[in-house]
Each structure stands twice: as structure tokens, then as C-alpha cells.
């Protein structure tokens, strides 16, 4: 059974910095690309950026670019996201997913097949 | 940047009513959109990818239409359990965007 768990929900204040996790097992996990998605309190959905699990190649939206950092460890079948310093504005839900498909250098053909569970993530003084 | 426009933003409907949301996108994006569904407090769900095809498991009462810019998801018999908010998503190029939402509630 595919399965994407995340970690647990985070409070935190402005300026921390923070690393939430997102484990795929059940599949190969260097067969599929991993994508972040935000939702933020009571809005919609928000594609945030894409990584190759063995780490070669991530692509970024230019509204997260610099914000953020995505990152994976394919031995430990982990990708990640990560702030070096949260803002009240991050608060959030943040979901991990499988992409059913492929990418180039200029798009990402598919799906998200399968999704976390999701991470709340509240930063709050 | 490719901008979707999802419409309307929220309907209410009866048990049995057909239900259609339309997904415009600001360029031609080919037949490359995905609908999804998300129920309150849960991930979303991937219902129809490549602007027609149903996923596994999915009750053929959703169906999704359309190519290049004008897209159109429909529940042809709504069901109590389709209450939910729904989601475009386009895939063309670069960041992938979704639709800002519909959300189907019970009249």
C-alpha cells in the first residue's frame, strides 16, 4: 500500500527555522517525483515546488523560490521543507504528494496521486 | 505564469442534480488538468487527469471535458457524499497552479 506520512504539527515563533518530513513507503520511492503543495487557513490550494527523490533536480514556483527549500533523502525514503526564518504569513497546512508522471526542464507532466496526511504548521509570537 | 479561473467559487445543490464547474485558463494549456476533491480536514484526491480520464476507483458519476483554455467538470447524479471543495489544476508548464476553488454544498 502506497503511503505518504508527514510529521507532526508545528507551533513555532517568527524567525525559527523549521524541517517538516514527508516518508513515502509501499513503491519505489526514486520512481516518483515529490511535490509541496500550501493551503493556507480557509483558502485553496497552492503548488509550492517538485523534487526528484535521488535529490538530482527540484523546481521551485518564483512565489516560493528563496522561501523555502525542498529537499530529499532517498536512502531513508524522506523528502522535506524547510524555513530558515518562519513568518506569521507561513501558517499553514502543508501537504506532500506523489506525482504519477514525469518532468522536464520546463514542466511536470501528471498527477498527485497519493498526498500526506498534511502538517500544520502554525507561526504565532 | 498560467492563471486558472475556477466557477462558480461555491453552489449549493439537491441529492440527484447535475452539477457542472467550469475551469478557464489564462493560455492554451493542451489537455494537460487535473480535477481534484477535498473534503474538510482531509488531502485532496485526484479525480479526473488529462482533462477526461476517470482515476481507478472513482464512481463514473464525475467527468471532466474540454482542451486548450475552457475546461468543464460534471457530477452527473450528486450524492451526499461528493459535499466537498473542488479543484483545478493545470500542468502545462511551470509552476503548476490550481483553480482558487468550488465549493458543492447540499441546498
Known amino acids: 500500500e502506497v503511503q505518504l506520512v508527514q510529521s507532526r504539527a508545528e507551533v513555532k515563533k517568527p524567525g525559527e527555522s523549521l524541517k517538516i518530513s514527508c516518508q513515502g513507503s509501499g513503491y519505489r520511492f526514486t520512481s516518483h517525483w515529490i511535490g509541496w503543495v500550501r493551503q493556507m487557513p480557509g483558502k485553496g490550494l497552492e503548488w509550492m515546488g517538485i523534487?526528484?527523490?535521488?535529490?538530482?533536480?527540484?523546481k521551485y514556483s518564483p512565489s516560493f523560490q528563496g522561501q523555502v527549500t525542498i529537499s530529499a533523502d532517498s536512502s531513508i525514503n524522506t523528502a522535506y521543507l524547510q524555513w530558515r526564518s518562519l513568518k506569521a504569513s507561513d501558517t499553514a497546512i502543508y501537504y506532500c504528494?506523489?506525482?504519477?508522471?514525469?518532468?522536464?526542464?520546463?514542466?511536470?507532466?501528471?498527477?498527485?496521486?497519493?498526498w500526506g496526511q498534511g502538517t500544520l504548521v502554525t507561526v504565532s509570537s | 505564469d498560467i492563471q486558472m479561473t475556477q466557477s462558480p467559487s461555491s453552489l449549493s445543490a439537491s441529492v440527484g442534480d447535475r452539477v457542472t464547474i467550469t475551469c478557464q485558463a489564462s493560455q492554451d494549456i493542451n489537455n494537460y488538468l487535473n480535477w481534484y476533491q477535498q473534503k474538510p480536514g482531509k488531502a485532496p484526491k485526484v479525480l479526473i487527469y488529462d482533462a477526461s480520464n476517470l482515476e481507478a476507483g472513482v464512481p463514473s458519476r464525475f467527468s471532466g471535458s474540454g482542451s486548450g483554455t475552457d475546461f468543464t467538470f460534471t457530477i452527473s447524479s450528486l450524492q451526499p457524499e461528493d459535499i466537498a471543495t473542488y479543484y483545478c489544476?493545470?500542468?502545462?508548464?511551470?509552476?503548476?497552479?490550481f483553480g482558487q476553488g468550488t465549493k458543492v454544498d447540499l441546498k
Open positions: 523534487i526528484h527523490p535521488d535529490g538530482s533536480d527540484t
Open positions: 504528494a506523489r506525482q504519477e508522471g514525469y518532468c522536464t526542464p520546463t514542466s511536470c507532466y501528471g498527477y498527485f496521486d497519493f
Open positions: 489544476q493545470q500542468y502545462d508548464s511551470l509552476p503548476q497552479a
